[in-house]
């Protein structure tokens, strides 16, 4: 699944939820969407800012 990738080293809280967003609007299964949310941060997003972004997108 080819994503749009921004690039930003230390992404905010607020592009890391939109990112998220999108990724998981554009569907697969869970492990699909984790390894697409993995692919397009490379690591710049932390952990927590991930799950702080998964956390607020299940309560909306």
């Known amino acids: 699944m ?3 990738y921004r690039g930003e080293k230390n ?6 939820e939109a990112d998220v967003f999108q990724i ?5 299964t869970a492990p699909e969407i984790i390894q697409s949310i993995k692919d397009h941060f ?6 927590a800012q991930i799950q702080k ?3 607020n ?4």
């Open 2 to 4: 080819a994503i749009f």
């Open 11 to 16: 992404p905010t809280d607020a592009i890391v």
């Open 24 to 28: 998981v609007r554009m569907g697969g």
């Open 42 to 47: 490379k690591g710049n997003a932390t952990e």
């Open 53 to 55: 972004a998964f956390k």
């Open 57 to 60: 997108l299940m309560e909306k």
